[in-house]
């Protein structure tokens, strides 16, 4: 533009060619509208997160969103909207969770590749049936993970612009257990083995059939999160190797993060809510746990497995399998407690519980 442009000359109608439409003529409205102007953000140690982004203004996440289309939010929406957008949660109650702009850079930083990340060369060979025990154990994280991984994909449509936070924190929980299929499935093909038999799948079946998004978290970031975070914190007792053990270490520091959003969802929900919603979520709770002790109690190849990789005798290795699932109900208790629903044990399903005590 040269510099002896003046704002009438840049309002004034472009000449005319014939048998061509003039342009529009140029309207600096769009420059006018009367969205929140920001100071200047001071940028701290950790870089400019989301979190320092969305100051002010931008930080007002509403109860209920009321646009259908990709209006962003902050934004000032145009007159001629267009069509609406494939969603369907509106009402913050459903997805909110006050730690997600900060989950999400955390796992942003904290990405690991499976690839290059894990001393897979450390990997020395075993007996063959120790090798078998890990592979089938491995085979049925990685089965778990690809489950809600499918699900969660096809849930991130459902979340409209209005709590974005979630959907990027929601994005990188998808990434992650993409990672976990990709890394287990690997260790299952490293060592000379492959990969086991497929689990009974009711619990699968379960997180398919969820109606609500607070139930899907429930059954996936809540339920399956707690047993499986507690499974890797006892990684060291079933790996045989370093490439073993920064496999159970790395997806122990995801889930930590997958279980934070769960609680805080969860905690979000409870408080935004009446009674009905307490019973929504124990209702919830008694499904998955149905779900999960059929599933432990017919996977007999899965249940073996643990014995066999967890103790150098059959009797040590049922112990341990106790010990394990006792610590995965213990986990999901507390998980639970922090996401102010505390007073579970009496209510956890009878099945569970029978299958916790005798596995």
Known sequence: MAETDTQEDLQAAPPQIPGIPAPPQLDMSWAKVPTARPPKPKIGAEGFTLRLADAGEYAYAPDHWPYENDTPRGSYPAKDRGLPAPYTIYDKAEVWAENSADLYELAIREQWKPATQISWSTIEPLAGHIEAAIDQIVSNISEQQYNSNAVMMGRLKDISYGYHEVKLYLATQAFDQARHVEAFRKRALANGGGLGVESPGFFNRAVYASFKFTELVVYTNIIRTSFLLALCEMGDRIGRS????????????DLRR?????????????????????????????????????????????????????????????????ELRQAQLRKLLRTLELATFPGHEPYVNASLRDIIDNP
């Open 258 to 322: 997958h279980l934070s959003y769960g609680i805080e969802h969860l905690k979000h929900y409870l408080l935004t809510g009446d009674e009905q919603k307490r019973r929504n979520v124990r209702a919830w709770l008694d499904r998955g746990e149905i779900m999960l002790a059929a599933d432990m109690r017919r996977d007999k190849p899965l249940r073996e497995a643990f014995i066999l990789a967890l103790g150098d005798t059959v009797e040590r290795g049922k112990a341990s399998l106790r």
């Open 242 to 253: 370093q490439a073993d053990r920064q496999l159970f270490e790395n997806t122990a520091n």
